[in-house]
């Protein structure tokens, strides 16, 4: 298991962190998910490194920016 480190700018509440969530879910692959809005962290636990252009597109579809630490 792998986890990879992003940051998520914009959020700020209990739903911003579930839209998130519910965007990257949809990627294949994903084993865990932790965002959080008071840290502006998106912590993702795969198998493999997660693919970062599809976890920020994710992001982006949930109305928010993401970048990988």
Not at 10 to 38: F, L, N, P, Y
Not at 44 to 53: C, F, G, L, V, Y
């Amino acid at each position: 298991m792998t986890t990879t480190e992003f940051t998520v700018t914009g959020m700020t509440c209990a739903h911003c962190e579930k839209s998130v969530r519910e965007e990257v879910e949809k990627i294949a692959g994903i084993e865990g998910i932790d965002v959080s809005a008071q840290t502006g962290r998106l912590l993702i636990t795969s198998d493999a490194e997660a693919d970062a252009t599809a976890v920020i597109a994710a992001v982006d579809e949930a109305g928010y920016q993401a970048a990988s630490v």
